[in-house]
C-alpha cells in the first residue's frame, strides 16, 4: 500500500480491525512492562519477607531458651548451666535483629512502578485526544444505509 492511499481504499472493518489490533499490542506491551518493573520488586520483598519470617522464628527460639535461662539464673544465682542458656538466647536475639534490619533495609528499596504509570498517562492522554474521521459526503450515501444502528 502506498503512502497515498494509506487508508482511503480500506474498508471501516479493515480499519477497525486494524485499530483494535493496535490498541490490543499496546495493552499488552504496558503489561509486560508493569511486569519488568515489578519483578525486582517482587525480589526484594521476598528476601524482605524471609528476613521477617526468619528473625520471627530466631525470636519464637529464643523465648524459651532465655526463660529457661532466667528460670535456672534466678533458682541458682550463680554461674551454672543458667548462663550457656541465657548465651544461646542472647546470640538468637543477635541474629534476628542482624535480619530484621536486612528486611527493613530490603523494604526500603521498593519503589513504584514509574515507568508503567508515566507510559500509560501518557497512553490515556494521547487517546483522549483522538477525535474521530470525520465522513465524507459520498462515504455517507448507500453503504450507510444498510446498517442498522441501536437506539442506545
Excluded: C
Amino acid at each position: 500500500m502506498s503512502a497515498a492511499d494509506d487508508g482511503a481504499n480500506r474498508s471501516l472493518g479493515q480499519l477497525v480491525a486494524q485499530a483494535t489490533t493496535e490498541l490490543s499490542a499496546l495493552v499488552h506491551d504496558e503489561i509486560a512492562l508493569a511486569k519488568a518493573e515489578l519483578r525486582e520488586d517482587a525480589r526484594r520483598v521476598g528476601i524482605g519477607g524471609g528476613a521477617i519470617a526468619a528473625a520471627g522464628v530466631l525470636a519464637l527460639f529464643s523465648l524459651p531458651v532465655l526463660s529457661f535461662a532466667a528460670a535456672y539464673g534466678i533458682h541458682n544465682l550463680g554461674l551454672g548451666l543458667a548462663w550457656s542458656f541465657l548465651i544461646t538466647g542472647g546470640a538468637f536475639l543477635l541474629l534476628a535483629a542482624a535480619l530484621g534490619l536486612l528486611a527493613v533495609a530490603k523494604f526500603k528499596k521498593i519503589s513504584k512502578p514509574e515507568r508503567s504509570i508515566a507510559s500509560a498517562r501518557e497512553t490515556a492522554a494521547v487517546l483522549g485526544t483522538v477525535k474521530p474521521h470525520p465522513r465524507s459526503a459520498a462515504a455517507a450515501g448507500p453503504a450507510d444505509a444498510s446498517v442498522t444502528r441501536s437506539s442506545v
